[in-house]
């Protein structure tokens, strides 16, 4: 359907505001969509200006005339989508002392139930059920639930805002009651103190930052919470966690490229004064596990790319004491460490495939876990417990569902708990993975991770999702999803760029898609567009893209480079407004996110390489594939007015008749609707739009 057939477009009023910088002015007809009360908008959606409402609101009444003729294949899909779900699905229960922990749904229900059975097996008890907390809440999110040393006592979080701004309550375990414990303003996890007596949390401030490290003592008023820590850089993350032995409690301070510890005792009553591991010193990472009498420091520092594991003792871990136990090696990237009595557990990447390496701490001893299929994805679970002989793994492929297993680390046996059920059903043989790799215009090898059906003709006739991310080094596992099995099995191609930004390749693919090499993230995911074409996999006009929040910049990015190689672009939560949001040290997460893309405040250096790239200042007169672009209103981390801007300006300059469509969640944030079906009805939506361009109506 062409524009010109269709319903009118929104058209936003132009409020034009200037502003200079490094002496450029450049003006933004829509700055006004920038609410000036954000902050009351995060906690209270009705404060929203009512201009900008019924902006936001004309936007959707569009989008959903645009695609009002694919509403049945949206129930079709959500359908689709839901049967692969096992309702009734239960994690296995964990052991910890007398009990072992697990989560399970209800037929129907949209949020888990915490529960606990005897260690060796028993009747459940349940300790939180999301869907009673959820009754009557439009949006409902259960941050974290985590139980006391002792046992008696659930630690659990909640958000109905969808603004992440979570409240911390506390549960009796023996009337299931919450006690009168109320703390707010938090950022959604806490961790009991060594008795359960009270618990350590992170307190965000009026910017949505995590400002504090607090102390409440259960049963006392959290206005009188004390303070153990205060971070005055606005630039840097901070949270607060445990130990296995219940012996230490550690504040992680940290942003993209620099990390700090703080640890205390976790005996008392948060009176001790955190003692300094290794003071931050920029493009310095380092992680801390506990193991006993001893710390287990993953680092990157003396030039160690892809980092190495040190060791220093708990009592004196200052960086002077850190001696080195696993080595640093070029190409092996060493992603995290686990610590238990007599084993150290790793999970690394090697060759662009995860695996995973037991170490005995006595004898030095090391074995790899064996795992064969050409592309997978391996999750490392761990143990609750500290003196254990098992840890707990999770294996899938594109073609695999998950599989769950305890490995004795003695024995090396492997014993399989679970294997994802797919209801409606899944054969794996109907299927065929495969492993690309794309030639980059510098002649770096970008690796594709795909997945069709055995019996889908490669003549460049299929359509294709091809999906992206490509920052802050987060890797995207070639793991087993359920949703894209209903383009699939409509002949659809399903592919993932492993583009530079993340860690695909290395701690070096991240610096090579960041700051001043940031483009090299968006000419990578062009390339493997032009490369799945070139193999016969699909065809430009068949081809769509798909990435959310900074996968959302990308999807901006080459809607701008390559708008000719793209049918459709789905943009979810998309970070779009980069120059300016990077310009408003105001916003939540500008200050912490100068590391990644650069302080276009400070340096005009950076000004002009973010300037040169980003997506809203980038739009220009071309004609642009079909666009959908999906926010939250109160996501504090991507702020709706960025897609809201960008969708506006792009319909100023686009030459083409694609539709461009937008969709404001006005009851959610970041992660859209909350509850595992609600949010498949988004997917549902997305889906229907990208078969609607390809031509595909059921």
């Known amino acids: 359907m062409s524009q010109a057939a269709s319903p009118t477009a929104p058209k936003a009023e132009k409020r034009p505001a200037e502003d200079t910088r490094h002496g450029i002015t450049r003006t933004d007809d829509y700055a006004w969509l920038r609410a000036d009360n954000w902050q009351e908008v995060l906690k209270d959606p009705s404060k929203l200006a009512a201009d900008i409402r019924a902006h936001l609101e004309a936007e959707n009444a569009y989008q959903e005339q645009l695609l009002e003729d694919t509403k049945a294949l949206q129930e079709r899909l959500f359908s689709e989508m839901k049967g692969r779900i096992k309702e009734d699905d239960s994690s296995v229960p964990m052991p910890d002392g007398p009990f072992a922990y697990g989560t399970a749904f209800r037929k129907g229900g949209e949020h888990p139930r915490f529960f606990r059975t005897p260690r060796e097996g028993g009747d459940e008890d349940v300790l939180l059920d999301g869907d009673t907390e959820a009754e009557g809440k439009a949006y409902f999110q259960i941050g974290s639930a985590d ?161 190495k594991i040190m ?88 073609t695999t569902p998950a599989q769950e297993f305890d490995y004795n680390m003695r024995t090396r046996e492997r014993t399989l708990l679970k294997t994802q059920e797919v209801p409606s059903g899944h054969n794996p043989e109907d299927y065929v993975t495969r492993r690309l790799m794309a030639p980059a215009p510098d002649g770096e090898l970008v690796p594709i991770s795909l997945v069709h059906r055995r019996d889908l003709k490669l003549d460049g006739s299929a359509p294709c999702l091809l999906h992206g991310y490509g920052s802050y080094g987060i890797t995207m596992p070639a793991s087993f999803r359920t949703n894209p099995l209903s383009l699939v099995d409509r002949g659809f191609v399903f592919a993932i760029a492993h583009i530079r930004g993340g860690k695909d390749k290395g701690f070096a693919w991240y610096e090579d898609g960041k700051r001043d090499k940031k483009e090299n993230t ?82 005009k250096e950076d000004y002009d390489t973010i300037a040169a790239y980003s997506p809203y200042e980038n739009v220009r007169d071309q004609s642009y594939p079909a666009i959908l672009a999906l926010a939250g209103l109160t996501d504090p981390r991507v702020t709706y007015w960025e897609p809201a801007k960008w969708v506006a300006r792009i319909r100023d300059h686009n030459t083409g008749d694609g539709p461009i469509l937008m969709k404001t969640n006005l009851d959610a944030g970041h992660a859209g609707a909350s509850g595992r079906f609600a949010s498949l009805e988004e997917k549902a939506l997305s889906y229907a739009f990208m078969l609607k361009m390809v031509g595909i109506r059921d």
């Open 147 to 307: 139980h006391s040393p002792d046992h008696t006592r659930l630690l659990w979080s909640v958000d109905d805002k969808g603004s992440e701004f979570y409240t911390l309550r506390v549960r009796g375990l023996s009337d299931k009651r919450d006690l009168d414990d109320r703390v707010e303003n938090t950022g959604g996890s806490g961790t009991f103190n060594a008795d359960g007596s009270g618990f350590y949390y992170a307190r965000l401030d009026d910017n949505h930052r995590p400002s504090k490290i607090c102390f409440h003592e259960i049963g006392m008023d959290a206005q009188g919470d004390r303070l153990v820590y205060e971070e005055s850089d606005p630039g840097f993350f901070m949270n607060v966690s445990g130990s296995r032995l219940n012996d230490w409690i550690f504040i992680d301070i940290h942003d993209h490229e620099t990390s700090e510890y703080r640890v205390l005792p976790a005996g008392g009553a948060g009176s001790a004064e955190p003692v300094l591991v290794a003071a931050r010193e920029t493009g310095v990472i380092y992680d801390l596990e506990p193991g006993g009498q001893e710390f287990f420091i993953l680092t990157n520092a003396d030039d160690a790319k892809d980092f």
């Open 311 to 398: 060791t220093a003792p708990a009592e004196a871990p200052q960086r002077e004491n850190w001696r080195e136990l696993v080595p640093h090696e070029p190409g092996r990237l060493i992603l995290s460490v686990l610590a238990f009595k007599d084993y150290l557990v790793r999970l690394e990447r090697k060759d662009g495939l995860p695996r995973i390496v037991v170490r005995e701490r006595t004898s030095g001893e090391e074995h790899t876990i064996a795992l064969d299929e050409e592309a997978y994805s391996l999750g490392l679970i761990g143990a609750l417990e500290y003196d254990t002989e098992t840890f707990r793994f999770v294996y899938s492929s594109m």
């Open 522 to 603: 968006f000419t990578d995911f062009i390339a493997c567009a032009r490369h799945l074409v070139a193999e016969g996999y699909t065809s430009h006009d068949r081809l769509v893209a798909e990435g959310g929040s900074a996968g959302g910049m990308l999807m901006g990015a080459i809607a701008n480079m390559a708008p000719q190689d793209f049918r459709a672009i789905v943009a979810a939560v998309p970070f779009v407004d980069v120059l300016n949001t990077m310009l408003d040290d105001t916003l939540p997460l500008t200050p912490p996110e100068w590391p990644e893309w650069g302080n276009p405040i400070a340096s």
